[in-house]
């Protein structure tokens, strides 16, 4: 900009994710007026989208589909006047606005200027490093019951984990497969307590206890795995056209490794207030050190963000109250 000086970059503040913690802190920023954008991922989506139905949303008794929960959020968060960009950032650097210090914000080929900054970036599955695990994605290995559930229809498959994602989308792939192998590391499931219940009622759903995954195998599809128990060390074949992999996530914070302060697991560590280690950048949702991973959760830390944001914003512009 050939040394010229901008006393004001052209947002309030960025929110950086655009699934539920993102679109809320999207919401309340726009709706408490501040000049408001949020950047979508371009090569991402939330996990949220490919979430079939969440029945524990607090407000809707009849559940609600992942991606439709995301499609409302956007459209209120939009009426208040937020602005929505796509792009995958990659760099969020100090940049000084005239007299006041702020953010510049490196998403694709685009450069996107504010005072405070949002990261809600979310996080993705992990993966289970098994041998054919990479080979055979798209070819009878998946992260997403939803998208791919149907081509299964009365086809055994297989489903690793045993948590809450492993047990629901277990469940939901009953629909289409005729047996769902729940292959789980312990003799325990981690679970909610009314999932196992669920899962331990259905007829089509068996367990393989103490196991792990060897490796998968097939030709140009999958077509059974092998399996270790981790107790005996035996090994043994699990015939299985698909394998659905459910064993946690890995947080989506990456390029923001230099800039703020995370956990081992590379969560971001906020305070109660989404407050980062660095002033006038805020944290929310799944991308943050926390216990519980929900959707409610996701959209009360996004609203807890935009009004320190907020509160942040006024104080550098010298309008608190
Ligand atoms: P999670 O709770 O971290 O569970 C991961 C599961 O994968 C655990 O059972 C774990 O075994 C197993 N695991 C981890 N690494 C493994 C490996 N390398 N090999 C084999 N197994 C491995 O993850 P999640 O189920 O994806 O859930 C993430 C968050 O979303 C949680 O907070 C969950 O409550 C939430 N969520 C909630 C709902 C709901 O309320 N309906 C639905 C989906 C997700 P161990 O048990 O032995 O550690």
Same mark, same amino acid.
């Given at each position: ?5 901008? &006393? ?16 809320? +802190? ?19 989506? &939330? ?19 992942? &991606? ?11 009426? #208040? ?9 990659? +760099? ?84 289409? %497969? ?22 331990? +009622?259905?007829?089509?759903?068996? #367990? ?52 703020? %302060? ?45 009004? &320190? %944001? ?12």
């Amino acid at each position: 900009m050939g040394g010229e000086t901008i &006393s004001s970059p052209p947002y309030d503040v960025v929110i950086i994710g655009g699934g539920p913690a993102g679109l809320t +802190a999207g919401m309340y920023a726009a709706r408490a007026d501040l000049r408001t954008l949020t950047i979508e991922g371009g090569s991402t989506v &939330s996990q949220i989208t490919v979430t079939d139905l969440i029945e524990n949303y607090p407000g809707i008794p009849d559940g609600i589909i992942g &991606s439709s929960l995301v499609d409302r959020l956007k459209t209120q968060a939009v009426q #208040f006047g937020l602005k929505i960009a796509t792009g995958d950032v990659t +760099a969020v650097t100090k940049k000084r606005w005239g007299e006041t210090d702020g953010w510049e914000i490196v998403a694709d080929d685009m450069r996107y200027g504010t005072l405070s900054v949002i990261i809600a970036t979310g996080a993705n599955w992990r993966r289970l490093g098994a041998a054919g695990e990479e080979r055979f994605i798209g070819k009878g290995v998946s992260f997403c019951a939803t998208c791919d559930g149907p081509f299964y229809r009365n086809r055994e498959v297989a489903v690793v984990g045993g948590g809450d994602t492993a047990i629901q989308e277990a469940l939901y792939l009953t629909r289409f %497969a005729k047996k769902v192998t729940v292959i789980h590391r312990r003799d325990r499931l981690r679970a909610t307590a009314i999932l196992q219940k669920r899962a331990f +009622a259905n007829e089509k759903i068996a #367990f393989a206890w103490n196991s792990v995954v060897e490796s998968i195998e097939g030709l140009d599809l999958v077509q059974g795995i092998k399996l270790k128990d981790v107790k005996t060390g035996a090994t043994r074949e699990l015939a299985a056209n698909g394998i659905f992999i459910f064993v946690g996530l890995t947080p989506n914070t990456a390029p923001f490794r230099e800039l703020v %302060a995370a956990d081992q697991g590379g969560y971001i560590t906020v305070d109660a207030n989404m407050q980062t280690s660095v002033p006038g950048i805020f944290a929310c949702g799944d991308c943050i050190a926390k216990r519980l991973r929900q959707v409610v959760t996701a959209c009360g830390d996004g609203a807890t963000a935009a009004f &320190s %944001a907020q509160l942040y914003v006024e104080e550098l512009k010298g309008e608190a109250y």
